[in-house]
């Protein structure tokens, strides 16, 4: 009772409370809140936010037709690749064969949807049009309308063509590629410099006017140069403006500071002056560093491997903390270089760097980012630790931190890691359970994953074998489909003999075994000039895998190719395979099988051709034909002379 009345006590406080604040709001003056500017589709992401995420659910670029649902890895680039390339196809028509379009094809007008205008007169454009040409990006028209004004352009337009040239000087990379087409193209680390007539005669004019105008020109022109590799003009612009005391902002010093090692290259002291002076200049001029200048400056100390960056890294970290600089994942991604390469508590500074952020979600703040979750698996996995490589996992599917898999390479280096750290850290039954979830909605194996499942699965028991076995065919011939090798290797691992008389898995590793034999036939057959011999250990074992099942004409088609044709093949059927398939065909009648296989042995030069040839030729239903071709192929001599006088 008193319990209750206690409870109720507390909260008659607690309404009263609530009541006070209430009027003391009323009696106060209003206010409204700062208006939260939205975009056009906020609201269907945060609807979006709402729905569960399914871990089996397949990209939606894939959803358009179920018949063209890619079913192997290569498909994957090509299905996405086409879809991407009939939205460029109809693009083009729209700009090539505008006059085909005379009205809007959108109400109200899409500016996305109209054709790019052409210009042959001065009296067509304007400086107005020419920073709208710039702010899309489009180098060669953006040039273009330059020429037809004749170089008169305002100043700050002359900067911002500028800024264009240099940042995107490179014309594929000025355009606006998609989304697909960026997932499957390799980053460039390298761009060509292009431009540089224009390029010079723009910052030789900008660069003479007054001191702010050439302070940007100056920045702008040290940029493009780094950006694109020019590493040594770069650095003698910085003397220049050193000598003639030009300020430079924060952007330019990261550039400088991520060139110094190219720069310098082995000359550790060289660097490391640079690197403290350009460090102190930032400090002196009082420009406002950023995290990116951080991350370049990581970089300096992870690549120039001095005796004491861990030391260096750490008052770098503690100054930019003071500061209220927020890390990106390219902090933590070069914190882990430094702490974790050939140190001796590595392990200890990796788990500490994950328990650090996990939990956490990023933004795009650096090019780097997207470094950081392919090394941190990557660590995981050299490590065996399951527990880091799970935490990371977590730690990318949180929020929206998945944006850093920036590309088909990144997502195939940071599954290929995982898959291989939950491989080599759990059951296979464990394994596997994770597998079915990953595989083929979100990643699709490689084959070099694909055989390290193999080789793990080898040294199991034949029911955890049988168990699996049928899944990791299905998966191999259906996403590795023209990769003969591996599946040669599924095959391998199939028993027959381990099967009990009713089990289902026998028609399911016949078909398998059949369906291999086809895809050999199908590479001998149309690469026939590239073609590389498969042993004929491998046929063998399919010819056994038919005959144990019942299929002795298929297998008997196997034998006669391999024997026949054995040019084709490289000769490893070793004395077990060949006394394992005679026997099972004397077991089962068949005399040409037994017969083919003698043949193979007497070219082979194996021992026991005697045994094999008396047994074969004592046999009742071997007819009269056979035993004079059998005469012919070993000799009265291998053959056991008293079965010859009783047969006489």
């Not at 991350?295 to 008052?315: F, G, P, T, Y």
């Not at 290797?489 to 078909?511: C, H, Q, R």
Request: a neutral charge.
């Amino acid at each position: 009772m008193n319990r209750l009345r206690y409870l109720l006590d507390r909260t008659s406080c607690v309404e009263l409370k609530r009541l006070q604040s209430s009027l003391s709001v009323s009696n106060s003056k209003v206010k409204i809140p700062a208006r939260i500017q939205r975009g056009p589709t906020d609201i269907l992401e945060a609807l979006e936010r709402t729905i569960p995420k399914d871990s089996n659910n397949i990209s939606y670029l894939y959803h358009d037709d179920p018949y063209l649902f890619p079913l192997r890895k290569t498909e994957y680039r090509s299905f996405a690749l086409s879809y991407e390339a009939g939205k460029k196809a109809a693009k083009w028509i729209h700009n090539e064969h505008r006059d085909l379009f005379p009205k809007h094809l959108s109400e109200p007008e899409i500016e996305a949807f109209t054709p790019l205008s052409t210009y042959t007169d001065k009296n067509q454009v304007s400086e107005e049009i020419l920073l709208r040409i710039i702010s899309k990006r489009i180098v060669p028209d953006a040039l273009h309308i330059y020429k037809l004004l004749d170089y008169n352009v305002s100043n700050d337009t002359k900067q911002i063509l500028l800024e264009l040239l240099c940042f995107y000087n490179d014309e594929t990379n000025s355009q606006n590629n998609s989304r697909i087409e960026e997932w499957f193209t390799t980053k460039q680390d390298k761009y060509a410099w292009q431009y540089v007539s224009e390029i010079n005669e723009l910052f030789e004019f900008l660069k003479t006017q007054d001191s702010s105008t050439a302070a940007a020109a100056y920045n702008t022109m040290i940029c493009g140069l780094a950006k694109h590799s020019r590493v040594n003009e770069a650095w003698i612009l910085y003397h220049e403006c050193k000598e003639k005391d030009i300020a430079l902002n924060i952007t330019t010093y990261n550039y400088l500071l991520a060139l110094i090692p190219e720069v310098f290259g082995y000359k550790h002291e060289l660097k490391m002056e640079h690197f403290f002076d350009i460090l102190n200049t930032i400090n002196k001029k009082r420009v406002k560093p950023n995290v990116r200048t951080l991350n370049a400056a990581l970089k300096v100390v992870n690549v120039s491997q001095m005796k004491n960056d861990e030391a260096i890294a750490h008052r770098l970290l503690m100054d930019f903390k003071r500061m209220n600089i927020k890390f990106s994942l390219a902090t933590y991604y070069y914190i882990m270089l430094i702490f974790t390469q050939n140190k001796k508590n590595a392990h200890a500074n990796f788990v500490d760097i994950l328990h650090l952020i996990g939990n956490k979600s990023f933004s795009i703040q650096d090019p780097m980012d997207d470094k950081f979750f392919k090394h941190a698996m990557y660590i995981a996995s050299t490590y065996f630790d399951r527990e880091a490589g799970d935490m990371i996992h977590k730690l990318l599917l949180t929020g929206d931190n998945y944006k850093f898999i920036s590309s088909a390479a990144v997502e195939n280096n940071y599954y290929i890691s995982y898959m291989l750290l939950v491989l080599s850290t759990s059951t296979f039954d464990e394994f596997f359970e994770f597998y079915e979830k990953l595989v083929p909605n979100i990643y699709v194996p490689t084959k070099r994953t694909f055989l390290e499942i193999v080789k793990h699965v080898k040294h199991h028991s034949p029911a955890i074998l049988m168990k699996h076995l049928p899944r990791l065919w299905s998966d191999v011939n259906t996403l590795c489909f023209s990769d003969l090798s591996l599946k040669l290797e599924v095959i391998s691992l199939m028993k027959m003999n381990v099967l009990p008389a009713d089990s289902p898995l026998k028609t399911v590793f016949m078909d398998a075994a059949w369906d291999c034999w086809k895809s050999i036939q199908r590479e001998i057959r149309t690469k026939r000039e590239t073609y590389t011999p498969i042993e004929n250990a491998a046929t063998a074992n399919i010819a056994t895998m038919l005959l144990q099942g019942g299929r002795t004409e298929e297998s008997i088609e196997v034998l006669i190719y391999t024997i026949k044709e054995s040019d084709l093949f490289l000769p490893t059927m070793n004395e077990r395979q060949v006394n394992e398939l005679f026997e099972s065909y004397i077991s089962k009648e068949c005399i040409l099988g037994a017969f083919l296989i003698l043949e193979y042995s007497v070219n082979s030069g194996f021992p026991h051709i005697d045994k094999m040839a008396t047994e074969l030729y004592n046999l009742p239903q071997l007819t009269d034909a056979y035993r004079k071709e059998l005469i012919n192929l070993v000799g009265t001599e291998a053959l056991n002379s008293s079965d010859i006088e009783k047969s006489d």
